[in-house]
């Protein structure tokens, strides 16, 4: 069965610094990756997504980005993390269409 | 229209009692559509599924109104470890390879 990992749960950072998330799929090949935030009592918010190694689409201009460096890894980077970056920052795996997606457990930022 | 709407709530319903939400959408096209539930301060997890025959598992029963673009999800004999907040979903305009998230619902089941 298919499991997808997130680290670190929860992430306290000082504003300026840098991020580095990583979510990890296992148990399917190929699949679709996203990123998604979620702020506190709000919606889900797209960030990015990938349908392969080294093909990334962002959602939001903003001061994050995105890597594939293998086909079941994702990590969402910062260089200088702003207050407005505090959320749940959740990764999903989804199959060829897409439609159907799958959470990791998440990791919950606070930028202070 | 925005993609997807919902009633953000709180429901607030007894043991027990019925409860339904609905979740309209603006994109014609959609042939699927999902129901997750999240508890606080959790990830979302896949409910359901909702395809024009509708679907039903045990207590939940999601059904499609293609004339009026609204999916529903309803819940019989409400328990209290049903209270979560329920998000719509549904494929993104857009792309095939994205979907839209609801705000979400809020149940509180109530003993």
């Known amino acids: 069965s298919q499991t997808i990992h997130q680290w670190p749960a929860t992430l306290v950072q000082p504003v300026g610094s840098p991020l580095s998330l990583e979510c990890t799929v296992e148990?399917?090949?190929?699949?679709?990756l996203y990123w998604y935030r979620q702020a506190a009592g709000r919606g889900l918010q797209l960030l990015f997504y990938?349908?392969?190694?080294?093909?990334i689409s962002s959602e939001v201009p903003q001061n994050l980005s995105a890597s594939r460096p293998q086909d079941r890894q994702f990590i969402l980077s910062s260089k200088k993390l702003l207050l407005s970056d505090s959320g749940f920052y959740l990764c999903?795996?989804?199959?060829?269409?897409?439609?159907?997606?799958?959470f990791g457990p998440g990791t919950r930022l606070t930028v202070l | 229209r925005k993609e997807v709407e919902q009633d953000p709530g709180p429901f607030n319903v007894p043991e027990g009692a019925t409860v339904a939400f609905n979740c309209t959408y603006s994109?014609?096209?959609?042939?699927?559509f999902f129901w997750y539930r999240q508890d606080c301060r959790k990830e979302p997890k896949l409910l359901m599924s909702?395809?024009?025959s509708g679907n039903e598992d045990g207590r939940f029963t999601a059904q499609l109104n293609r004339a009026s673009q609204y999916i529903s999800l309803l819940i019989r004999d409400s328990k209290l470890s049903d209270s979560a907040t329920y998000l719509c979903?549904?494929?993104?305009?857009?792309?095939?390879?994205?979907?839209?998230f609801g705000t979400g619902t809020k149940l509180q089941v109530i003993p």
């Open positions: 148990g399917t090949s190929n699949p679709n």
């Open positions: 999903a795996w989804g199959g060829l269409a897409g439609v159907e997606q799958f």
């Open positions: 909702v395809y024009s």
């Open positions: 979903v549904v494929p993104f305009s857009g792309g095939y390879q994205k979907v839209t």
């Open positions: 994109n014609s096209a959609s042939q699927s």
């Open positions: 990938s349908v392969g190694i080294g093909q």
